[in-house]
């Protein structure tokens, strides 16, 4: 995760965005069934929001960093501790390796920021990206896909 200067619009000049990896959306993850996968995620985002905080939202009290995430892979048959709980948030320059045995059927899952009482501000700011699950029974229906793989 990282902060980005991103063209939105060609009549419109880049504008500060933030991101997985060097784009917002983040990256497309593309497995199979019952391929396990693990993923670092590393926040390497500045230490101040570029979007005001409401600090009266629960969970966005001023005693707690400005800056936080924790990645929430929405649909993932995963364990507690690779789901992305809203409070196991952590800082600029901590990070993550977090586990996916994607043992579930095909589908089309997407992953974001979930960083309890900031959750709106990271989306809004840009992170959030797809991640699919191909599997045998799909593959039969000869669906248009990807000419690659991301690992």
Not at 73 to 89: C, I, N, Q, R
Not at 91 to 115: F, I, R
């Amino acid at each position: 995760m990282r902060e980005l200067q991103s063209k939105v619009h060609r009549d419109v000049k880049r504008t500060r965005t933030c991101g997985f990896g060097q784009s917002s959306p983040g990256p497309t993850f593309e497995t199979r069934s019952g391929e396990p996968l693990l993923v670092e995620w590393a926040n390497e985002l500045p230490t101040s929001h570029f979007l005001p905080i409401d600090h009266g939202v629960h969970g966005a009290e001023a005693d707690k960093p400005n800056v936080r995430a924790v990645t929430h892979l929405h649909g993932a048959k995963a364990l507690a501790k690779s789901d992305g709980y809203p409070e196991a948030w952590w800082v600029p320059g901590k990070s993550a390796l977090y586990y996916y045995p994607n043992h579930q059927d095909a589908a089309m899952l997407w992953y974001h920021d979930h960083a309890l009482g900031i959750t709106r501000l990271n989306m809004y700011a840009g992170l959030f990206g797809a991640f699919v699950i191909r599997d045998e029974f799909e593959d039969g229906l000869n669906l248009p896909r990807a000419s690659t793989r991301f690992r």
